[in-house]
């Protein structure tokens, strides 16, 4: 395994239009966190996976956004109605409960989204 | 709640020089204590974690961290940095025991090690 993979690593989309990403985590992690990052700025928690089930979003996750994680492997974040606002990196990550501690969380290399 | 403060948003420093970079945190439960550095358009990179045990823990690429209770810092450190030290280094904290188990993130000091 190679770690948290993401895809695409660059979007660059309309205002307005809609757009979604993926995470691939680490097969035996049951954790799925995702971040937004803007510019000059550190992570800020979106919302978080146990398995298939979406257990905390933050108050940061507007209606636009929803995200999934069916059959607790793959997780997509998906933005409506884009506003250029939403201009970031979206990274998500991985772990292994209840061993989080020890494990580490594994980032992947993030999206960068770019809304025109 | 839990939060992280890193003092300084950017350390210029000379090459083979050593560095230091401040974090401290505030939580009214025991934490796990990391850091991460991030290169340009990447992802983050664990670069060494505190969970318990010895204060002292040392990390990849020859850095190495101080947890210190009473101040509520973990301070990252380098005796001699390089180049290719260059990113931005992310401090995070979560609690022990908790139920999202999140980290929470502070701003990031960019280290930009000069010739």
């Known amino acids: 395994d190679t770690g948290v993979s993401q895809d695409p690593r660059h979007k660059i989309t309309k205002r307005g239009q809609n757009v979604t990403f993926r995470c691939d985590p680490i097969s035996e992690h049951n954790r799925l966190y995702w971040y937004r990052q803007t510019l000059g700025q550190g992570p800020e928690f979106l919302t978080y996976?146990?398995?298939?089930?979406?257990?905390?979003k933050s108050r940061l996750l507007s209606d636009r956004f929803s995200a999934e994680r069916p059959k607790g492997s793959f997780s997509t974040l998906e933005i409506q109605r884009t506003e250029q606002g939403d201009s970031a990196m979206y990274l998500c990550a991985s772990t292994f409960l209840p061993r989080s501690g020890v494990y580490g969380y594994t980032f992947g290399s993030g999206t960068r989204l770019t809304v025109v | 709640a839990q939060s992280v403060t890193q003092l300084d948003s950017q350390v210029p420093v000379f090459e083979e020089a050593p560095v230091e970079l401040r974090c401290n945190y505030s939580s009214s439960v025991s934490v796990y204590l990391f850091w991460y550095v991030q290169y340009p358009n990447q992802g983050l990179q664990l670069l060494l974690k505190?969970?318990?045990?010895?204060?002292l823990v040392k990390g990849i690429n020859g850095f190495e961290a101080e947890f210190n209770k009473s101040q509520t810092s973990f301070h990252l450190r380098k005796p001699s940095v390089h180049i290719s030290d260059t990113a931005e280094y992310f401090c995070a904290v979560r609690t022990y025991g908790g139920a999202t188990n999140k980290l929470i993130f502070g701003t990031g000091t960019l280290l930009a090690v000069q010739p």
């Open positions: 505190y969970l318990s045990g010895s204060t």
């Open positions: 996976f146990q398995n298939e089930a979406q257990l905390e």
